[in-house]
């Protein structure tokens, strides 16, 4: 059993007396901060990246003009939404239990979680521009966002995945 002070806390949060079990469920269940952070961070930045990356093909690529702050009006209107994308995937993401290790189902599987979730995190997008009333946002964009976050995505996951990359998203006791 744990401490008093420990014990009459949890007992007042969950109600009733307390089994061992659930305490060992309670230490253990922020085992893995670290690596949900290390996931969080790195779908965050790759998401973040595929945005940009799919505004870029769509306004800077084709430009005649070479001046940075030509293309800050336009950057500007998407940064916002583009943001919103990566910031609702995460949500979506941590929903769907992305991040809860150790997660290892089949590679196919976890591509099809990456993929709803992409799909999710668009549609609410889409929806929220449409209901925002906003006309200057590039369809182009979105869609280029979301096809490049699902690629970057999954082979981030295909990454992982790799034997010399276990280290990485596994924790263990090493006492």
Do not use: C
């Not at 007042?12 to 309670?26: D, F, K, N, W």
């Not at 990456?114 to 946002?137: D, E, M, P, Q, R």
């Amino acid at each position: 059993m744990a401490t008093p002070v420990i014990d009459s806390r949890i007992r007042s949060e969950i109600g009733g007396t307390v089994s061992p079990a659930i305490l060992q469920r309670l230490s253990g269940s922020d085992s893995h901060r670290f690596t949900r952070n290390f996931l969080l961070a790195a779908d965050f930045g790759l998401v973040w990246f595929a945005s940009f990356v799919a505004w870029w093909f769509r306004f800077a690529l084709d430009s005649q003009s070479l001046v940075v702050g030509d293309y800050w009006p336009a950057y500007s209107r998407h940064a916002a939404f583009l943001y919103l994308y990566s910031v609702l995937y995460l949500l979506f993401a941590y929903g769907k239990k992305l991040y809860i290790p150790p997660r290892r189902p089949k590679f196919v599987q976890e591509a099809l979680d990456v993929l709803k979730v992409s799909l999710s995190a668009t549609v609410v997008l889409t929806a929220f521009i449409y209901g925002s009333g906003n006309k200057t946002i590039s369809r182009e964009v979105i869609g280029g966002t979301l096809a490049l976050s699902v690629v970057f995505l999954i082979a981030w996951r295909a990454f992982l995945r790799f034997p010399g990359v276990d280290g990485l998203t596994e924790t263990r006791n090493v006492l």
